[in-house]
């Protein structure tokens, strides 16, 4: 009893590899269309509660301000251009946020 094996201490455990953020799936064939309009500028302050990846070319991320929350898409090739969704209440955001994600709409 009590026979404790060496457990290693004081080797350097590696750090993990960069970090990765979420990356969209490729779009279905048959892909639910997205509606995506012109950012219209408002007032009211914008949070950014989830995103995907930087290591993208383009990046969805999901906002929120009020009490609303939409999707930002921000395209970086050939040059930046930015588009959002309508501004949805959370339960309705969701599903389209997941769908986006798995590439079931894009
Ligand atoms: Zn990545």
New binding site residues.
């Given amino acids: 009893m009590g026979d404790c094996a060496a457990k290693g201490s004081g080797v350097d455990i590696p750090l993990p590899p960069p970090y990765?953020?979420i990356?969209v799936g490729p779009a279905w064939d048959d892909h639910e269309r997205i509606t995506w309009l012109k950012p219209t500028p408002r007032s009211d302050r914008v949070r950014v509660r989830r995103h995907t990846?930087?290591?993208?070319p383009t990046i969805y991320e999901l906002c929120q301000a009020g009490g609303l929350l939409f999707v930002r898409r921000t395209e970086r090739e050939p040059e930046v251009k930015v588009r959002e969704t309508e501004r949805l209440i959370t339960v309705r955001i969701v599903p389209l946020w997941t769908k986006l994600l798995t590439g079931e709409a894009r």
């Fill in positions: 990765h953020g990356h990846c930087e290591c993208k």
